[in-house]
């Protein structure tokens, strides 16, 4: 009977340690809790409030900065985008969300060509990921709704150095 308890417990943390959402990209979505970083004046940043307050920026690694309204890199909707030098960015959500998107490009002559996406929960545990083409050639949207809710999304670049992707009006629901 201790055994078969066990047995029981042991199944349901496997279940819950290897429950992985479907990421199903989805179109363009309206919502309140958008950034196209207009707001902040152009510059370099170690992160900070985005989404009117209701998330924050992070850097990935800790180094190098978050530029808002850098002139190689036009933003999709104007006058800024943002643009991690030599950073990934995560956005930590103050609430659970099932939906992310936003519009992703990379400077010229960045040696990045792709970008992965990583949504985490509340315990910072992995519920997805999926990987998505990126080039210089314009703004691209990529949007996922998620089967599991996630509380942080986690954008990285596959270039040699970190980061160097740049984003616009992205947003959760």
Known sequence: MKNA??????????????AHAALIPIAPFASPRLENFDAIAPGAYPGGAIMG????????????????????????????????????????????????????????????TGMKFVFKNSLGAVVGMVNRPIGVGGWVWWGFNSTIAFRRVEIYGN???????????????
Do not use: Q
């Open 53 to 112: 307050g209701y998330a924050t920026a992070v850097r990935l690694p800790a180094a190098g900065a978050f530029l808002v309204g850098m002139p190689a890199l036009p933003a999709w909707s104007g006058p800024n985008a943002l643009y991690g030098n030599a950073c990934n960015l995560a956005v930590n959500l103050s609430a659970n969300r099932n939906a992310f998107g936003g519009y992703f490009r990379v400077p010229a002559g960045s040696p990045v």
């Open 5 to 18: 308890r066990l047995l029981c417990v042991l199944g349901s943390l496997a279940t819950a340690i290897g």
């Open 159 to 173: 270039g040699p150095v970190a980061g160097f992707v740049g984003m616009d009006d992205i947003r959760v629901n």
